[in-house]
């Protein structure tokens, strides 16, 4: 008896049903483009006071370098070093013996003269003496007048006084020192650090720049705070008290193309010292249209160009070439590449590709911060 054989076909063929009908039951196009949650920040336009963070060093106000200004030996030191001392304070004493002894002397030949003087006037009226005696009798009466003040000068310059007032540094004499007129080594320094200035260079490029952008509009002035300057030091801590901006130099330095800028900065708790590394804060100008877009939302190519994903109409995204000016605290300061009211993705920026499809929300990580030191690229 012949028994009959299923045939494999009946087999495949639910199987293969199966198959078709599960594809049938999801969306191709779906599973390939899913929609993405993004977080995005809308770009605005926004004034903005643009300041640019420029390193300097501080200099003294003022520096008087003492010197002694006759020969002798240093009896005294009279400060201490590191102090305040004012103008016309004694700083050191100069043995004076010989300088007093010299100006006893300039005074004897002074009351010579003088009535030597006195006689031969009286004697001129009865024709007693000539009128060449009398006037060289004059003569050497204004010669010993000279000769007791030039004597009375050494006497005072025994007297080492300080030029300004400021604060003194170490001395470079001890008592019993020989000193003298003319020397090239200095006694001690004085530094007037109240006000201080600020030293600053700024490449001639950027000025000419500015000077651009302020003639045509697309920077206004910033008034009368335009001059205004603010500090931080060296570790990262604010100065208190803004300065002013006082002059620029007018010549370009030949080695680095950069133009030399002084600010001056009050400094009543001397917390500013002569050589210290600052950077300063000038205002440049105020941009009236600035848009302003998050760092976390720039992605650099390996050329360099700056890029963002950039949110269209249809809710799909692309990625677009941005002009970034410069760093604004937390954010870049763009030129071309994004309108206002365009939105940029700032999170979720890994899992995309040109044309996905994307479903923003407000990101939780835009907030910008632009008053921190803005500095140029």
Known sequence: MTRFRPSRALHVLPLA??????????????????????????????????????????????????????????????????????????LYQIDPATYKAEFNRAEANLTSA??????????????????????DAQAAYKQAQASVEVARINVQYTRVLSPITGRIGRSAVTEGALVTNGQSQELATVNQLDP??????????????????????????????????????DDGSAYPLPGTLKFSEVSVDQGTGSVTLR??????????????????????????????????????????KATAWVVKPDLSVELRELQTLRTVGNAFLVGKGVEPGEQVVTQGIQSLRDGSKVKPSQATNADLVTAFTTAAN
Do not use: W
Request: glycine share 6%; charged share 20%; with cysteine.
């Open 17 to 90: 049903a199966v198959i078709l009908a599960g594809c049938q039951k999801s969306d191709p196009v779906a599973v390939a483009n899913p929609i993405i949650d993004v977080g995005v920040y809308t770009v605005k336009s926004q004034p903005l006071t643009l300041t640019n963070d420029l390193p300097g060093r501080t200099s003294a106000y003022r520096v008087a370098e003492v010197r002694p200004q006759v020969n002798g030996i240093i009896q005294q030191r009279l400060f201490d070093e590191g102090s305040e001392v004012k103008k016309g304070q004694q």
């Open 114 to 135: 003088q009535n030597l003087a006195e006689r031969y006037e009286r004697l001129l009226k009865t024709n007693a003496v000539s009128r060449q005696q009398y006037d």
């Open 196 to 233: 201080i200035y600020v030293d600053v260079t700024q490449p001639i490029t950027r000025i000419l720049a500015l000077q651009r952008a302020l003639a045509s509009g697309s920077l206004q002035s910033a008034g009368k705070n335009q001059a205004q300057v603010n500090l931080t030091l």
């Open 263 to 304: 600010a001056e900065f009050p400094n009543p708790d001397r917390k500013l010292l002569p050589g210290m590394f600052v950077h300063a804060q000038l205002k440049e100008g105020v941009a009236e249209t600035a848009k302003l877009v998050p760092q976390n939302a720039i992605i650099f190519d390996s050329r360099g």
